[in-house]
């Protein structure tokens, strides 16, 4: 009966380190695409001008 007890937390350790490899992986999908959207975002920034005086305020 050990051994069957052995078996079963060795896959289910496997399971998990499969599932912490999945996340990790989300996760540095994630960042990359928050970064890209982030540089999207400044570019349209600068194309409105919103981060520039407004000439007629001034």
Known sequence: MCSVTNIALAQQR????????????????????????????????NRLGDNKPDPEVA
């Open 14 to 45: 496997q399971k998990d380190r499969e599932m912490l490899q999945t996340l990790d992986e989300a996760l540095k999908c994630s960042d990359e695409t928050r970064q890209r959207l982030e540089s999207m975002r400044r570019e349209v920034i």
